[in-house]
Each structure stands twice: as C-alpha cells, then as structure tokens.
C-alpha cells in the first residue's frame, strides 16, 4: 500500500535550518511528483512547493523563494525539504503528499521555531 | 495568484443532514480540483480529484461537480465522523492555493 512516512519532530532556533523527510513506499516514486505543503498552528493549508521526482525540477511559492528547497534521492524513494533561516511564524506541522492532486499525504512533521 | 475563496467558513449541522460546501476560483481552473477532509490533529485526507471523481475508499456519500470557477462539494447523510474540516485546492498552475476551509459542526 501507498505510504509517506516523514522525520520526526524539529525543535529549532530563529536562523537555524530544518530538513524534513518523506519516505514513499508502496509505488514507483519517479512516477509522481511530490508536493510540499505546511499548516500553522490553528490555521489553513498553505502550499510550499512542488518537485518533480525524476528530473528534480522544482516550483516554489514566492514569499519562501530563497528559503527552501526541496530534494529527492530516488535511490532510497525519499524527498526532502530544506527550510533555511528560521522564524517564529515558521512553526507549523509541514506535510508532503503525493502527485498532482495529492491523493496520500504524509503523517505530518510538527517544526518548532523557538528561542 | 489563483484565489480559491470557500463558502461558508463554518457550517452547522445535524447527523442525518445533507451539506454542501462551495468553492470558487478566481480565474477559471478547468476541473483541476481536489477537495480534501482534516480532522483536528491528522493530516489531510483526499476525498475528490478532478473536481469530480471520487478517490478509491472514499465513500459515495461524497460528491463533487463543477469547472472553470464554480465548484462544490456534497455530502450526503451526515455520521459523526463526517464533522471536520473541508479544504479545496486548485492544481491547474502554480503556486498551487487552497481555500480557507469550511469547518463542519455538530448541530
């Protein structure tokens, strides 16, 4: 079966950077591309990016152009997102998800930004 | 940007209810949307892709119609773990954006 397991919890301080994982499993992972999307305390869904996992190409969202950056190593199925320079307004559970319409997500990476 | 705006932001029904949850883009997206489930605490579930198809195991009380701007999401015969939080997304360019949510309450 389909699955996206992610690293653990992040604890980390403003100007630090984070790398959370997402392990796939159960499909062939060059065959959809892998989407990054985080949810701050209390709030919405908001997209970061997206990359395509067989090129690596990637997309961002403007206002984290700069900040993040997103991998894969086909090798061991995984993809990854670099989060750089780290602020309070950062904290949020950050969820990767699979393929255009994201039909299997991740179980969530709670990222903590705190002095 | 594509706006995705929901209405409404919060919704209050009783168990047996049928609701519907409407969701509209600020520029036409053909049918690239997906609508997904949040229960406080878990990651999004996918209910609906392509505006209109039903994911596998999602059950069919669960329906989607529209394209271009105009979508909406329908859900029959309300049970208790139907009460959560609804999201849209466009994927029909980028950055992809999702609207604001429409929580669903027990009446």
């Known amino acids: 079966q389909v699955q996206l397991v992610q690293s653990g919890a992040e604890v980390k301080k403003p100007g630090a950077s984070v790398k959370v994982s997402c392990k796939a499993s159960g499909y062939t992972f060059t065959n959809y591309g892998i989407s990054w999307v985080r949810q701050a305390p209390g709030q919405g869904l908001e997209w970061m990016g997206w990359i395509i996992t067989y090129n690596g190409n990637t997309n961002y969202a403007q206002k984290l152009q700069g900040r993040v950056t997103m991998t894969t190593d086909t090798s061991t199925s995984t993809a990854y997102m670099e989060l750089r320079s780290l602020r309070s307004d950062d904290t949020a559970v950050y969820y990767c998800a699979r393929g255009s319409d994201s039909d299997y997500w991740g179980q969530g990476t709670l990222v903590t930004v705190s002095s | 940007d594509i706006q995705m705006t929901q209405s409404p932001s919060s919704l209050s029904a009783s168990v047996g209810d049928r609701v519907t949850i409407t969701c509209r883009a600020s520029q036409g997206i053909s049918n690239y949307l997906a609508w997904f489930q949040q229960k406080p605490g878990k990651a999004p579930k996918s209910l609906i892709y392509a505006a209109s198809n039903l994911q596998s195991g999602v059950p069919s009380k669960f329906s989607g119609s529209g394209s271009g701007t105009d979508f909406t999401l329908t859900i029959n015969s309300l049970q208790p773990e139907d009460f959560a939080t609804y999201y849209c997304?466009?994927?029909?360019?980028?950055?992809?954006?999702f609207g604001q949510g429409t929580k669903l309450e027990i009446k």
């Open positions: 997304q466009q994927y029909n360019s980028y950055p992809r954006t």
